[in-house]
């Protein structure tokens, strides 16, 4: 059982399946009775609220807040981290489950490594096996390699000491993306121990449909240019990217291995690269300054 105050932070916007099925998935982990559950809508105009609600009535240590001011789930997550006072922060997001022995194998991995900010395993799931879900889960969230280059782990299967936030401050909400990354340097530059959790396993379905990635891809690219906007020291100036690069994947199964699946995940890979050449440019054509209470739904 935890032997530390813990909290379970979820931003959700708009996806009442995916937040019951991540609820569903959290209330069956062992030790789920330790900890706080914090689930944060983000403005959502569907019923996502009724279903957490749902959950509230029959679980005490599961909470709904909300956050309808800022668009953008930095700032969801920065709400659920204002109403904790736990001494460990533990981030997931709607749509994702989580085996049963997660939240235990993830809290003994940060105390044998001593870490003050440890990134989980992301295995990606065939929701439907199409070939954009195929290239998606290739190219995957190799997260031990973000921590070891980039020094930084996704927010959909992080774990965070509550003092590092009391020290380095929240996630920046006026970014669309790229928050993570941001936030984990910050960490790291701080001079906080980060960790990785090989066996804490966060499962995360692929994106099945091409509108789908080439959404993520447009708001990764607008991400790139909202960060040289608020940190050109360390990201360089708006209106020169950094170096093309297709997007990495873990490289260790699940290899195309027909012509036909090679020449059409490669063909995938160049029109990501645009679509984020896209977003960035969009950003910095169009894009202007955020407040923190700026809303751009």
């Known amino acids: 059982m935890p032997s530390h105050s813990v909290s379970l932070v979820i931003p959700v916007y708009n996806d009442p399946a995916g937040i019951e099925k991540t609820l569903r998935s959290v209330s069956s982990l062992e030790a789920f009775h330790e900890i706080s559950v914090f689930v944060v809508d983000n403005g959502s105009t569907d019923n996502t609220p009724e279903v957490i609600q749902s959950y509230t009535e029959e679980y005490q240590n599961i909470h709904l807040l909300v956050e309808d001011e800022t668009q953008g789930s930095y700032a969801a997550r920065n709400v659920g981290i204002e109403h904790t006072e736990s001494d460990i922060v533990m981030f997931l997001d709607a749509d994702e489950t989580v085996d049963n022995d997660w939240l235990e194998t993830a809290l003994d991995a940060m105390q044998r490594q001593n870490a003050d900010y440890l990134g989980c395993n992301v295995e990606l799931t065939l929701p439907k096996d199409t070939l954009v879900a195929r290239y998606n889960v290739q190219t995957g969230f190799p997260v031990e390699q973000y921590l070891r280059e980039e020094h ?146």
């Not at 990764?220 to 040289?228: I, P, S």
Request: charged share 20%; net charge positive; glycine share 12%.
């Open 152 to 297: 930084y782990a996704p927010t959909c299967a992080l774990v965070v000491c509550g003092d590092v936030f009391e020290d380095v401050g929240p996630f920046d909400a006026r970014l669309i993306s790229g928050g993570d990354r941001e936030f984990g340097e910050r960490v790291f530059n701080a001079g906080y121990t980060q960790g990785y959790a090989a066996d804490a396993t966060v499962f995360h379905p692929a994106r099945i449909s091409l509108k789908s990635l080439t959404k993520k891809n447009f708001r990764v690219g607008r991400g790139f240019t909202q960060k040289q906007r608020y940190y050109s020291d360390r990201y360089g100036r708006p209106g020169l990217p950094p170096t093309p690069t297709g997007p990495s994947g873990n490289g260790e199964e699940g290899s195309p291995t027909s012509v036909f699946t090679r020449v059409a995940f490669f063909l995938l890979s160049v029109a990501m690269l645009a679509a984020r050449g896209f977003g960035y440019y969009y950003e910095f054509l169009f894009g202007s300054k955020r407040s923190l209470r700026d809303s751009t739904r």
